[in-house]
């Protein structure tokens, strides 16, 4: 997956970056020497042994690297885990999203959780009261009383440190301590929704290795070998059954939880939703149940991580393509989705057990029921008379996905044609559109919400015309051009992932030739991609420009290596004028090529900070003190300090760069 | 006309035009309409205006934020080792120079050794107190974190601080061959790079007792009295290994100065009433002290 150099290279300035340089050499070390032992990785450093096993501590514990012990060899074999160490650049999006997400409380358990790598879970609620709430008394008091000793421990406060004091101090006001329980709670909360998981001893070993230690393990059961196709099926499924069962050990802890917590009375959870969806966790069965895992290893889960993200982009690229409402709505469905979904793309090992969850769908309930209550679903969609409308056709149900354009983005989705369906299959619930009173005996019909009917007359109405308002942002996304939701069955939604991901990653490749080539070169490359291979001679006609006008444009945008041509001569002599020259785009290589002057991209932001923070430091030294910390304004002279700004402004702008490169690596890699 | 001919008049016919055809190996080369300005560009334009980014949205912003507050939070914990270059690297304008060979590359870090101490800044200062040390390595020793049946065995001594040196130092040793490892660690020192990782050299440990809790500094203080400073905890087994130091001759090593001298510089700043220090002139001063 991260082949290159400047992806190598990315990883180790990376890890310089938050870890040090001692894990950073050690992983560089093995990036360039592949799996190896201490000995090796000695070698190539010129570190000694003690000092590399430090740094392979270090990187063990923060999830960076696979080792593998073999009983029969003396020494243990390291491998570095390039994906992980590039997810370290998405700590901060990772840390927002919690926030946005669980609140505060959640957001400090995951700093935690990453800060120490991995952490058994009464050691984590310890550290954390340890840091959080002490440190809260501690700078409270040193504010009052004007002492500063030399523990200035208060670095986790943010106000100094991002430059935004104003915004962060006031929620730091807001901030109660949270209770005890209440840790145990949201941190059970994160382990069933699959941001935080539990560490075995498998998860060290890389995929490959895990996978052979299981294939040689079920070889003893053979001991004659394979003959014939029947005990190589044989073979292959007890391989699958041992992974799966090692997958399952794995998350057999989320899934307790998420059981006890699905099984919670849902009048609790209405309860809560109405004081802010923000907090909308369920309060109480999680902290009890972690009673008796205290002693489980626990880390954050990247994946998991992941997919939240990608629904905080779609539901970005939903408000610029549709609205703000639309996309708020669009955010509560892939927040409602997301609960069945554990990674992005499906990996080889476990493809067959997740197939199952290929297609998730979501109700319109459920999609409700995770709206902000404080979303006004009412703007945002325009008011069309009953009989302007086809009912038949606007709610028309799409049951099978649609193929994708192009087979090299093929997830494993199966075969299946844009089926045109048939024309009766429909969903009858928006014929009850106007129909408020019946809307609602609907809902009150559903389990678990008794009393709606009851009290339909004040409240049933009101809530009815909301989720009908709901239903039309709904179906808006359905009927878009980008088909951001499928309208999978009755009631029933879904998100074709694979599709529309990549008509997102065409989106963003568009823009990019776009802004590189201008609009005839975006025309020409389109009309390539729509083609396929075309003759150089037909496609200014084509294009309807000039000859020289196309042929200066693919000779630039070939030199950038976005296009190619290939030669296929009419006879032997291979003469120019006697040889067709057919122009064509390939996808997957640009998306590589693009990925791999992104990753240099970021390498050099990287670079870049490095040199501004020693053309500044003199002033860093001085911020760096930990009596100045979190103190800078009134310790530092002026000068010095809006000097200190000067260079935070040039970081901040920096990382939000590298942030925004990460948004398409991102786009085009891993969602 | 053939191909070879096309190509071969391309200079002369281009030569009046301020241009050039298409190159040969284009798919147009015989299309002599067409002409392609091969001036070779200048390494760095200096027409070349990079388009300005657009400003951070508040989501990036934020997440940035998080990202710095993180990295903050993680430097200060003792996991994190500092980066240092040697002074070569470090004074060298540009600090991303093109770098051939590993060699080259491992040149660029800094040693930390009793050889490579700036003679003019190891003296002990007041403002050391809020430097933290260059950590060379992790200290592992106090972190009580980690889980060792996750970690290869050839890990578990490093993981207990314990870690001795040599290809096979990281194996945990059991039992209490404790003088042993300590000369064994001793006569590691013959191995190059051994010692530039001493950590309680220069002034690393006030960031040490700093991250104690009062009843721990009030043990340390009360273990002083008895019988000299002690890290881990267990004063009688660590007052025979500092004897055994003080015998052997090679010791002359001023890290063992922290068991009490006339003049213990690593500790004159730290015992007693740091806390009470003026903070309205000294601490003023010192940051601006640069």
Same mark, same amino acid.
């Given at each position: ?326 996309? !708020?709505?669009?955010?509560? *469905? /892939?927040?409602?989705?997301?609960? $069945?979904?554990?990674?992005? +793309?499906?990996? &080889? ?119 009908? !308002?709901?239903?039309?942002? *709904? /179906?808006?996304?359905?009927?878009? $051009?980008?088909?951001?939701? +499928?309208?999978? &069955? ?125 053309r500044r430091k003199n002033v860093l030294?001085v911020t ?5 910390? &979190?103190?800078e304004?009134?310790?530092l002279r002026s000068d010095v300090y809006s000097e200190w700004l000067e260079f935070l402004e040039v ?21 | ?290």
């Open positions: 997956m991260l082949g290159t150099k400047s992806a190598a290279e990315l990883c180790v300035l990376l890890i310089d970056e938050l870890y040090g340089q001692l894990p950073s050499r050690v992983f560089a070390a093995l990036l360039a020497r592949g799996r190896s032992n201490v000995g090796k990785l000695v070698q190539q450093s010129s570190l000694n042994p003690k000092q590399v096993r430090h740094g392979l501590v270090v990187l063990i514990q923060q999830n960076l690297i696979f080792y593998h012990t073999d009983p029969d060899a003396p020494h243990s074999l390291y491998e570095a885990n390039p994906s992980a160490a590039y997810n370290l650049v998405r700590v901060g999006k990772i840390l927002d999203m919690v926030e946005n997400q669980y609140g505060r409380t959640a957001k400090l358990l995951v700093h935690d959780v990453i800060l120490l790598g991995q952490i058994e879970i009464a050691e984590l609620v310890r550290h954390y009261k340890h840091e959080h709430c002490a440190q809260k008394k501690d700078s409270d008091g040193e504010v009052e009383a004007g002492h500063n000793g030399i523990n200035g421990d208060d670095h986790t406060n943010p106000n100094h440190i991002n430059g935004n004091g104003t915004a962060s101090s006031a929620t730091e006001d807001e901030y109660a301590e949270p209770e005890d329980e209440e840790v145990y709670d949201i941190l059970a909360q994160l382990i069933a929704s699959g941001f935080i998981e539990s560490v075995t001893a498998s998860t060290f070993q890389s995929p490959e290795d895990l996978r052979t230690g299981v294939e040689q393990e079920v070889m003893k059961d053979f001991p004659n070998g394979l003959r014939g196709a029947k005990q190589t099926n044989e073979f292959d499924t007890m391989v699958m059954d041992e992974l799966k069962s090692i997958h399952g050990e794995r998350t057999a802890l989320k899934r307790k939880l998420q059981d006890r917590l699905d099984y919670e009375p849902n009048i609790k959870r209405r309860k809560l939703t109405n004081c802010g969806w923000a907090n909308g966790f369920v309060a109480t069965g999680g902290g009890s149940l972690l009673d008796e895992e205290f002693d489980t290893m626990i880390r954050l889960n990247h994946d998991k991580c992941i997919v939240e993200l990608r629904n905080q982009k779609l539901a970005e690229h939903v408000e610029d393509i549709i609205g703000d409402t639309t996309a !708020q709505v669009y955010g509560a *469905l /892939l927040r409602a989705l997301s609960k $069945k979904i554990s990674r992005c +793309r499906v990996s &080889g090992i476990l493809s067959n057990e997740e197939a199952d969850f290929l297609e998730p769908r979501v109700s319109t309930d459920d999609v409700f029921e995770h709206l902000s209550p404080s979303v006004d679903v009412s703007f945002g969609i325009g008011t069309a008379s009953e009989d302007t409308i086809d009912i038949r056709y606007a709610e028309k149900i799409r049951r099978d996905p649609p193929q994708l354009q192009d087979p090299s983005f093929q997830d494993g989705l199966q075969e299946g044609d844009v089926v045109v369906a048939s024309d009766d299959e429909y969903d009858e619930t928006g014929e009850l559109t106007n129909g408020a009173a019946v809307n609602g005996s609907r809902r009150g019909s559903k389990p678990g919400q008794n009393g709606t009917k009851v009290k339909g007359e004040d409240g049933g109405p009101l809530s009815s015309q909301r989720l009908r !308002q709901m239903r039309q942002h *709904l /179906l808006i996304l359905a009927e878009s $051009k980008q088909q951001f939701v +499928r309208h999978c &069955g009755a009631g029933q939604w879904t998100v074709d992932f694979g599709p529309l991901l990549q008509r997102v990653r065409f989106i963003e490749l568009d823009t990019m030739i776009e802004e590189s080539f201008g609009r005839q070169g975006l025309r020409l490359t389109r009309i390539l991609r729509e083609k396929g291979k075309i003759d150089d001679k037909t496609l200014p006609t084509m294009a309807l420009m000039r000859k020289p006008d196309v042929h200066v444009k693919m000779a630039e945008m070939e030199m950038a290596g976005f296009l190619d041509v290939q030669e296929v001569p009419r006879d032997n002599n291979r003469a120019a004028n006697r040889t067709m020259f057919f122009w064509f785009f390939d996808e997957e290589r640009t998306l590589r090529r693009i990925l791999d002057s992104t990753y240099k991209s970021m390498v050099r932001c990287l670079e870049r900070l490095e040199v501004e923070r020693r030294s760096e003190r930990r009596d100045v910390q &979190g103190k304004k009134d310790m970081e901040k702008k920096l990382l939000g760069q590298i942030g925004r490169m990460d948004d398409l690596v991102a786009i085009l890699r891993d969602y | 006309m053939s191909g070879r001919g096309g190509r071969g008049g391309r200079g002369g016919r281009g030569g009046g035009r301020g241009g050039k055809p298409a190159p040969p190996g284009m798919p147009f080369g015989d299309d002599p309409s067409l002409i392609v300005n091969d001036e070779p560009q200048d390494t760095y334009p200096k027409s070349y205006k990079p388009p300005a980014a657009p400003p951070l949205t508040p989501l990036e912003e934020r997440s940035g934020g998080c990202f710095v507050q993180f990295r903050l939070a993680y430097h200060n914990s003792p996991m994190y080792t500092h980066r240092h270059l040697n002074a070569d690297a470090l004074s060298t304008k540009d600090p991303v120079m093109p770098r051939y060979g590993q060699a080259q590359i491992n040149e660029r870090f800094g040693i930390k050794n009793r050889a490579t101490v700036d003679p003019f800044l190891a003296v002990p200062m007041y403002s050391h107190q809020f430097v933290d040390d260059t950590r060379t390595l992790p200290a592992l020793r106090g972190a009580r974190l980690y889980r060792k049946d996750l970690f290869p065995q050839e890990l578990w001594g490093t993981l207990g601080g314990k870690d001795t040196g040599g290809p096979k130092g990281g194996f945990e040793v059991e039992g209490k061959p404790k003088l042993g490892r300590k000369r064994k660690a001793l006569a590691d020192d013959d191995y190059p790079f051994a010692d530039d990782d001493d950590e309680a050299f220069g002034p690393g440990h006030y960031k040490r007792r700093e991250n104690e809790t009062e009843e721990e500094r009030k043990a340390r203080i009360d273990g002083a009295g008895k019988g000299g400073e002690n890290e881990e905890g267990e004063p009688g087994e660590v007052d025979l290994d500092e004897e055994e130091e003080e015998l052997s001759a090679e010791d002359d090593d001023y890290e063992d100065d922290e068991d009490g001298g006339d003049y213990d510089a690593e500790a004159y700043f730290d015992d007693g009433e740091d806390e009470d220090y003026g903070e309205e002139e000294g601490i003023g001063e010192s940051a601006m002290d640069f």
